[in-house]
């Protein structure tokens, strides 16, 4: 089997660093985004119930379907990522996105032939945003990594990303690289990152992944 690369989403593959809190912020509801955080961060609420409450107040301003696709479709991919991932689509390397964001907003990567998506998924009924399939909390990217590698089977595993949710991603992976550090980007992610990249332009990743 190939080698395989996995990235963050948010703040790695996009120029946007939340795609909960870019949604939130197109649909007006920043205010009840920031009370959803403080109770989430008090440990009143689980990171499931966090997803929900957020799915509720975009149901309750009758976000719809066409508005998540809209947002989707002008997501801005960071400098290089569209240049790399076409490349490897020439190479026998496969990639994959494994994000706590929401995964719809991947939806754009999907002609490059990801291996896979992995991440919150917003379900829609009616036209309207119905509801979420929480698949990746914060702290579980490396415990979903390691259940990757066995379903994948590959001689190795790369992993890029950029903040706090991706610590334990690098602990277990062969290779981490740290791109673009967000500004909240904890110790414990340095100390595990193998590659340190400050740039925001992907055009740097191709050799500290030894990909040719």
């Excluded at 109770?39 to 976000?63: H, L, P, S």
């Excluded at 579980?140 to 334990?168: A, C, F, M, V, W």
Aim: proline share 4%; net charge negative.
């Amino acid at each position: 089997m190939s080698q395989l690369v996995v990235f963050d989403l948010d703040g790695t593959l996009t120029r946007q660093r939340g795609g909960f809190e870019l949604l939130h912020t197109l649909y007006g509801t920043t205010s009840e985004a920031e009370t959803l955080m403080d109770r989430f961060e008090a440990g009143e609420i689980t990171f499931t119930e966090w997803c929900r409450g957020a799915v509720d107040v975009w149901r309750a301003n009758d976000v719809t379907k066409s508005d998540i696709e809209r947002a989707t479709s002008a997501v801005k991919p960071k400098a290089g990522a569209v240049d790399l991932l076409k490349h490897l689509q020439g190479t026998d390397v496969r990639f994959g996105i494994l994000s706590a964001g929401v995964a719809n907003l991947a939806t754009p990567f999907e002609p490059y032939e990801p291996a896979f998506i992995r991440g919150n998924w917003l379900r829609f009924e009616d036209g309207r945003v119905s509801g979420i399939d929480v698949g990746v909390g914060p702290d579980e990217k490396g415990e979903l990594l390691r259940k990757i590698r066995i379903k994948q089977n590959p001689p190795s595993i790369t992993y890029i990303g950029d903040s706090h949710t991706d610590t334990e991603a690098f602990v277990e992976a062969d290779t981490a690289v740290l791109f673009d550090p967000d500004d909240r980007v904890p110790e414990t992610a340095i100390d595990a990152a193998d590659t340190i990249i400050e740039s925001a332009d992907m055009s740097g990743v191709r050799n500290s992944i030894h990909i040719v």
